[in-house]
Each structure stands twice: as C-alpha cells, then as structure tokens.
C-alpha cells in the first residue's frame, strides 16, 4: 500500500490559482492510477481529476476542466493539481487517491487516501 500526504491547500480570492501536491512513499508508487477528490460542507465526497499510471491519461470532472491540471513527477513521487481561475464553489477539502486498477472517477477503486488539504476560495 501507498502512503499520501497533500500539501499546498489555503486561503485563495476567486480568480486565483494554487498547486496542490500529494507525497506518495511505498515502492510501486509508479503502478497506481491517482486521483484528486473534493468534499465539500455539507456535501458528499466527489471526483475532481484522475491520471493513470504512466501520467499519459487523464480525467476531469466537467466542473474543473480547462481550469485544473492533474500531473505526477515519475521520480520524485508526487502527485500534482493545477488549480486556476478558482472560483468560491472550489471551496472543500482536497484527497489525493491511489489505486491499484485501471484510471477510474469512482472513489470505489481507490484504497489509499492522504488525509485532505483545506482550499477556501473567497469571493
């Protein structure tokens, strides 16, 4: 199993962008398909971003797309969001995921879970 740690979550005005990280440790960091997921109050836990293993496919939920980036650097074992022209309903906490099968939205397929970096995006 992978252990995720995210970071770079915090206060933002609408417009703004932030790059969220997740630091994956465990050895075959590089076989698992991630994810991003959001929560917000209130709300229940969706998908935001996916990417498979090898970074060359990747998902958007259709409320981030062409505003959000998903990403993963091979060698230093991070997993990466792009998050630009934020906007208040962006507001939640944010999971970075890893998954043992192929690339998926469902939150299902997902066994390990960081756990989560506050982004609030203020109007």
């Known amino acids: 199993q992978v252990q995720l740690v995210e970071s770079g979550g915090g206060l933002v005005q609408a417009g703004g962008s932030l790059r969220l990280s997740c630091a994956a440790s465990?050895?075959?960091?590089?076989?698992?398909?991630m994810g991003w997921f959001r929560q917000a109050p209130g709300k229940e836990r969706e998908f935001v971003a996916a990417i498979n293993w090898s970074g060359v496919s990747t998902y958007y939920a259709d409320s981030v797309k062409d505003r959000f980036t998903i990403s993963r650097g091979s060698y230093a074992k991070t997993l990466y969001l792009h998050m630009n022209s934020l906007k208040p309903e962006d507001t939640a906490v944010y999971y970075c995921a890893a998954s043992t099968l192929l690339v998926s939205r469902t939150e299902s397929a997902f066994g390990s879970w960081g756990q989560g970096t506050q982004v609030t995006v203020s109007s």
């Open positions: 465990g050895r075959t960091f590089s076989n698992y398909a």
